[in-house]
């Protein structure tokens, strides 16, 4: 029998999700963020899960041939553009939507001689100050783009920093507008935060990445509740050794955790080289059996402990669930200091994985 730590893919799920999502916005063109290999979920095998969707957005020019040659011949999207001016074939070949960000892209789009016009999205810094013309050089950008033959439809585009927090989209919102007086184009300004909960940036397109996957873009499982998101991946494994610990037995590396007295404790076949986060302390939760308990002491390579008080059945075999339908995702995150969307990115590649339905 090969070692039991599996992720499970769960394409109904998966489906389910985008139908969600989509009466949050309801005219708006739907862009499936797939990039990362869809969040880490496999893009090969799950992409027909959102084949609903309007189009995927996404960053490798890998994964958009993935999706041409599987059969995908609707619209993609390059969220980060194109890298060079030499990529513009490939954009023209597999017929791309790109960013474009900068004025080389704007050059270098004038330089080619594609068969036909490219579609660009064009972006604006609108205040997260990663990639983007700013607002005053955006007017001269758009009119440098639209009397270029080799461009076709142009799409206004920029990014939210804290749509998931509580200063919202207001601060940014007021620049895009102020920018957008002058430059009429159809939008596409909403992430996964906004799509839930600003409906006023909906306008052409929206994007949503991780809602689609039954994670919280706000780290907060309750806050996608409403939505009734399920999730995407279930990260599985069994109980591989039992302990039974005495007052003073110190667990694993380091000795981080020290037990108080007569403990039951369980050794679970999943460690950081399968993509658990190292830092997960003492107390990060974890379903064993089907009943919630906690992680002790420092997690290894390739093994983690648990602490069996709440599952006196739970022996070698008993089946434990890291994150997925019973245990959110984010709330492990949580527990370990970061987001949903670095666990489910950070599976590592000898995890077998399985899709369902």
């Known amino acids: 029998m090969p070692r039991p730590i599996v992720a499970t893919v769960h394409l109904d799920a998966l489906r389910h999700n985008l139908s969600a999502v989509r009466r949050h916005a309801p005219s708006a063109h739907l862009w499936a963020v797939v990039k ?14 959102f084949d609903q969707a309007d ?8 994964e958009a041939i993935t999706l041409r040659e599987a059969g995908w011949q609707g619209p993609i999207l390059l969220l980060e ?12 070949r597999y ?9 080389w892209q704007i050059e270098a789009l004038a330089a080619a001689r594609p068969d036909a016009p490219i579609d660009v999205y064009l972006k604006l810094n609108s205040g997260m100050n990663r990639l983007g013309f700013p607002p005053e050089q955006l007017t001269a950008a758009w009119q440098q783009l639209r009397a270029l033959p080799q461009v076709g439809t142009i799409t206004l585009m920029s990014h939210f920093a804290v749509a998931d927090g509580p200063e919202g989209v207001n601060q940014q919102y007021a620049v895009i507008e102020r920018v957008g007086a002058e430059v009429p184009l159809p939008r596409c300004l909403a992430n996964s935060a906004a799509t839930l909960w600003h ?4 306008h052409a397109a929206v994007r949503p990445g991780i809602i689609l996957y039954g994670a919280s873009p706000s780290g907060v499982a309750q806050d996608i509740a409403p939505a009734g998101l399920k999730a995407g991946m279930s990260l599985t494994s069994e109980i591989i050794g039992l302990q039974q610990l005495r ?4 667990v694993g590396y380091g000795a981080t955790y020290t037990a108080a007295g007569p403990q039951r404790m369980g050794v679970v076949a999943c ?6 986060p190292r830092h997960a302390p003492t107390g990060t939760p974890v379903c064993v059996g089907g009943v919630m308990t906690r992680t002790l002491g420092r997690v290894s390579m390739d093994m983690l402990a648990v602490d069996l008080t709440p599952c006196p ?34 599976v590592t590649a000898r995890v077998p994985f399985r899709y369902e339905n």
């Open 55 to 62: 189009g995927y957005a996404l960053l490798n020019y890998e």
């Open 247 to 250: 007052a003073g037995d110190r």
């Open 81 to 92: 553009g194109f890298f060079h001016a030499g990529d513009l074939a490939l954009l023209d």
């Open 36 to 49: 990362a290999n869809a969040y880490g979920h496999g893009l090969q095998r799950m992409w027909q899960a």
């Open 313 to 346: 059945q739970a022996g070698i075999g008993t089946p434990v669930e890291l994150w997925g339908a019973q245990l959110p995702v984010d709330e492990v995150a949580a527990a370990a200091g970061t987001l949903g969307y670095e666990l489910l990115t950070a």
């Open 199 to 202: 409906p006023h940036t909906h």
């Open 95 to 103: 017929r791309l939507t790109t960013a474009v960000h900068s004025a």
């Open 271 to 276: 460690g950081y080289a399968d993509g658990y």
